[in-house]
């Protein structure tokens, strides 16, 4: 009789004693997997573009793998305590983590002694997702354009406030670049969590962010926010008739990935199982619609793929770091 949540022992041995199963043991591992509920690491606070669109995954994905998915929303330090958790998790397939760029790169970027590096430390499931950054202001405010939302900011220096999901995370990057690239400056109020950072805006205590797609839309659709432009280097029909800030600053193209990882050592059947799994959650029209709703794309690819995303968002999230000074606040 099959007893589950047991780990088997040739599985118990390589947790322990850091040795790899074999092919057969690795097999035998993958067959019945997954016999329980997996947890899904967030490294983001509820509410966050990264939390919306990993439940969307997570409700499909449950179901094509019929077990539950359980997020575990752990925000901090732009995703540090997130990828730190995940990265000391055993490696057996049950502890899934929603990798973003942020938590990734630019976090891992901004620590003076890093603690991880997204490109050694994790085994790369998929990325499933392309997500542009959203500009976007409180509708009360006299802007409708990229323009005059720069000469207003130009007009009251040290008197705007950009609000940011924290620091280090990717709005508050794409916030700084944008205002480099436009040559303004604005107060930057780091919020814990991309929904609180949102909030700000809707409330009217902040005056704009530039933020991902998924945590602004609804309010957007809703008319609780006016978007001006959108990250992306050419228009989208996922967007609309927003136009992209490169209309207005040539050359301004700056968006984030999302997929997922595992901690390292995974066995290699456990992760090309997960992998045809999200792909199958994602080709379905229900989360197609779903995430299209939120403007994002999938994208989807082999894990050496994803890995290579990862590899070059770390190169360009360094460049930009640099020439904006971006540091923790």
């Not at 794309?297 to 190169?315: I, L």
Request: charged share 20%.
């Amino acid at each position: 009789m099959k007893c589950k949540g047991v780990i088997p022992i040739s599985w118990a041995v390589f947790a322990v004693g850091g040795w790899l199963p074999n092919s057969a043991a690795a097999a035998d591992l993958a067959k019945d997997y997954p016999d329980r509920p997996i947890r899904m690491l967030v490294p983001n606070a509820p509410g966050s573009s990264v939390d919306t669109l990993s439940r969307i995954i997570a409700s499909k994905l449950s179901e094509v793998l019929g077990q539950q998915i359980v997020s575990d929303n752990r925000a901090g330090a732009g995703g540090v305590i997130g990828m730190e958790i995940a990265k000391a998790a055993i490696p057996d397939g049950y502890t899934l983590i929603s990798a973003t760029t942020a938590a990734s790169t630019i976090a891992v970027i901004l620590q003076k002694k890093p603690t991880y590096d997204p490109v050694k430390d994790y085994d790369h499931v998929v990325q499933f997702a392309v997500t542009p950054n959203i500009l976007v202001v409180h509708p009360a405010l006299p802007i409708k354009s990229v323009r005059e939302l720069i000469d207003y900011c130009k007009g009251k220096q040290g008197q705007v406030n950009m609000a940011s999901a924290g620091s280090g995370s990717q709005s508050h990057l794409s916030g700084a670049y944008f205002m480099q690239a436009a040559k303004f400056e604005s107060v930057h109020i780091p919020y814990k969590g991309g929904g609180p950072s949102v909030a700000s805006v809707v409330a009217g205590e902040s005056q704009w962010t530039l933020t991902p797609a998924p945590a602004v839309m609804s309010f957007v659709r809703s008319g609780r926010l006016r978007a001006l432009g959108h990250t992306l280097p050419k228009r989208s029909l996922l967007l609309g008739d927003i136009p992209p800030i490169a209309e207005t600053i040539p050359g301004f193209d700056y968006s984030g990935w999302q997929g997922f990882m595992l901690p390292k050592g995974t066995p290699k059947p456990i992760i090309e199982k997960l992998r045809a799994a999200v792909i199958k959650t994602v080709s379905t029209p229900e989360v197609k619609n779903l995430l299209a709703a939120q403007a994002t794309e999938v994208v989807t690819g082999t894990p050496q793929e994803f890995r290579k995303v990862v590899q070059d968002s770390m190169a360009k999230n360094a460049v930009l770091v640099k020439a904006v000074g971006l540091k923790i606040e």
